[in-house]
């Protein structure tokens, strides 16, 4: 088993070194470390069969960088050690994907069956991954999975990029992998090694995103008990990554051109000039020069952020990437719920070709996981697939007719359809609606009911 690498991250150097002495006897080749920082460094540049991980880490804890670990290490199961029977650490790791918690203090038997088990799941997973491995490597880049023209030309750009110094806009709707580009933006050039600092320019109110942008001097408002350092700073060397930018207040938009200007900035109640070389990337699913129109988004910051522009189509116009999605997600699956789905229906897949996904790659990985989750078989079938699948677009003039209901309730869907429009044009009037579909008035509050229409609603 000298070939099996297994990672162990924990703080203490007891802990460390007694499953260390374990795993040695057994032959497990072993590497370890003691936090999550330098963890996920190792993870970024070394493979693992096997990754031990604790919980309790001073700085970062084991489980917040469960979701970078699944990121770069999708198929390496997780063994998690929680300290003092604490078991909603347990109940979290899990739901970012471990594999399995031991709770401390532990048995070196027990340490060595639940490694068992992970590796033996592993390898199942491997070898059912030839092809799927193949896909990986062929349509993923880092993380970024993919075989249509429009990715693939995205794909190119950011491997031309990532090592410049120039401002990108990623722009597209939300959930077709934005914040995805922008990490992989910055881990395949030369800033990787500096952090990579993210910021939800919409989620936070207007002065709290200002101190965190440009830090504060303590004593600059009520309520800063202490210097704090702005993330301008934080990602000096790095890369800020501006999420939804087009949300930004028109007042801090000034502010970060002067930034983008002079490369320097006054924390809140402060007099010092700092400095920061921080590479600028942002993102949006806002139209901006629509928001420059209406004097929302400042023209001059846009040429600024603007130098390369990634736009990423919608998934409903790159249908070719949802084969190799599926396959992916499938595979992320198992891992995620220790069982096997060998793959989806025709019948399933033609569903999913044929939606047009308003939520994008978020959205059919939500569907996926919850058709993984709900599945009992080895295969996910049109009855794990959400309803919202089959529901009609009221918004699309073309209707697409799904032909994998029956008869009935194809019929069943257009005939109320057609009712609402028909009470609609009567104005809630029943007796004329009935007149024009040549039917007792009786009959169309029968139908009336069965399609749960309301005529008052209807009613000026
Ligand atoms: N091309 C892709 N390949 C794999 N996963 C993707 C892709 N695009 C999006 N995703 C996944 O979809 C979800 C939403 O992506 P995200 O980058 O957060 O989108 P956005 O920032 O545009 O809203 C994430 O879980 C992400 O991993
Ligand atoms: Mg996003």
Known sequence: MENLRILIVDDEETIRSLIKNILKSENYGVKTTDTAESALAIIKEEYFDLIILDVNLP??????????????????????????????????????????????????????????????????????????????????????IGKSKKIKDIITTI??????????????????????VAKALHYSGIRKEHPFVPINCSSLPDNLLESELFGYQKGAFTGAYRNKDGLFKTANNGTIFLDEIGDMPMNLQAKILKVLD???????????????????????NQDLKDRIENNLFREDLFYRINVVNLAISPLRERK????????????????KFKKKIKGITQNSLDTLMRYSWPGNVRELENVLESSYALNTGDIIDIK?????????????????????????????????????????FCKGNVSKAAKIACIARQNMHLKLNQHKIDAREFRE
Do not use: C
């Open 384 to 424: 794990n697939l959400p309803d919202s699948l089959f529901k009609f677009n009221p918004n699309s003039s073309i209707d697409i007719i799904p032909i994998n209901r029956s008869l009935k309730s194809t019929i069943n869907h257009y005939e109320k359809k057609y009712i609402v429009e028909l009470i609609r």
């Open 159 to 180: 491997k031309q990029v990532s090592d410049t110094d120039v401002n990108i806009l990623i722009t597209g709707e939300s959930g077709t992998g934005k914040d995805l």
């Open 320 to 335: 070719e990437d949802i084969v190799v999605l599926i396959d992916y997600f499938l595979e992320m699956n198992a891992v």
């Open 59 to 144: 700085g970062d804890s084991g489980i917040d960088i469960m979701p970078d670990i699944s990121h770069f290490a999708p198929l390496t199961p997780v063994i998690v050690i929680t300290g003092y029977a604490i078991i909603n650490d347990a109940v979290k790791a899990m739901k970012y994907g471990a594999f399995d918690y031991i709770k401390k203090p532990f048995k070196s038997k027990e340490l060595l069956i639940t490694i068992e088990k992970a590796l033996k799941w592993k390898s199942i997973i491997d070898e059912n991954s030839d092809l799927k491995q193949e896909i990986s490597n062929k349509y993923n880049y880092r993380g970024i």
């Open 262 to 284: 002079s490369g320097e900035f006054i924390p809140l109640g402060s007099t010092r000039i700092i400095k920061t070389n921080a590479r600028i990337i942002s993102a949006t």
